[in-house]
T-cell receptor
Framework: KAGVTQTPRYLIKTRGQQVTLSCSPI?????VSWYQQTPGQGLQFLFE???????NKGNFPGRFSGRQFSNSRSEMNVSTLELGDSALYLC?????????????FGQGTRLTVV | GQSLEQPSEVTAVEGAIVQINCTYQTSGFYGLSWYQQHDGGAPTFLSY????GLEETGRFSSFLSRSDSYGYLLLQELQMKDSASYFCAVRGLSGSARQLTFGSGTQLTVLP
């Protein structure tokens, strides 16, 4: 069973640009969650998509957005990049129903904004 | 909302036992999970407690006490490869709390 795939692994962008990150969940999983991880900040929840609908959203500005496709693949977009957006962006896949709490993470996309 | 607190750092020697605590505030949750993350790697699932008590998985054990809003991860026979960050997490029961909320993580350093 293939794991969670995130692309690209590394990305360097300049301030003001926008970026799109991609996540392919485990086959059969309908929930995809995105997290931002910065040194000392832990894993901060961005949003969760389930069956193409945003089910939950964290406390991030509107520059951060996402979507999910019918095959459960998800993308997140960050517009008007700021230096503070430099982080590891992690995607987590789970079945999304019931009390199943285990999440399977991808390797992440390390975004550097210069 | 939900919040979880963990110590930021723990240091122990190879072969020893270490306990990483997690205290939480939540209006309700399914259970307490633990994840391990090595530098540059993805968080990986370690353990889950739905009910109070101890769950054992090899060298790792996890404990939950809902009445005390407290849990811990116990690592026995520490190995150098156990040096990593450890996160506790809860998933709320419904609505906006349903996402997996993580503690800020505990950096475990295992010394030879």
């Amino acid at each position: 069973k293939a794991g969670v795939t995130q692309t690209p692994r590394y990305l360097i962008k300049t301030r003001g640009q926008q970026v799109t990150l991609s996540c392919s969940p485990i086959s059969g999983h309908r929930s995809v969650s995105w997290y931002q991880q910065t040194p000392g900040q832990g894993l901060q929840f961005l949003f969760e998509y389930f069956s193409e609908t945003q089910r939950n959203k964290g406390n991030f500005p509107g520059r951060f957005s996402g979507r999910q496709f019918s095959n459960s693949r998800s993308e997140m977009n960050v517009s008007t990049l700021e230096l503070g957006d430099s982080a590891l962006y992690l995607c987590a896949s789970s079945p999304g129903t019931g009390q199943n709490t285990e999440a399977f993470f991808g390797q992440g996309t390390r975004l550097t904004v210069v | 909302g939900q919040s979880l607190e963990q110590p930021s750092e723990v240091t122990a020697v190879e072969g020893a036992i270490v306990q990483i605590n997690c205290t939480y505030q939540t209006s309700g949750f399914y259970g307490l999970s633990w994840y391990q993350q090595h530098d540059g790697g993805a968080p990986t699932f370690l353990s889950y407690n739905a009910l109070d008590g101890l769950e054992e998985t090899g060298r790792f054990s996890s404990f939950l006490s809902r009445s005390d809003s407290y849990g811990y991860l116990l690592l026995q026979e520490l190995q150098m490869k156990d040096s990593a960050s450890y996160f506790c997490a809860v998933r709320g029961l419904s609505g906006s709390a349903r996402q997996l909320t993580f503690g800020s993580g505990t950096q475990l350093t295992v010394l030879p």
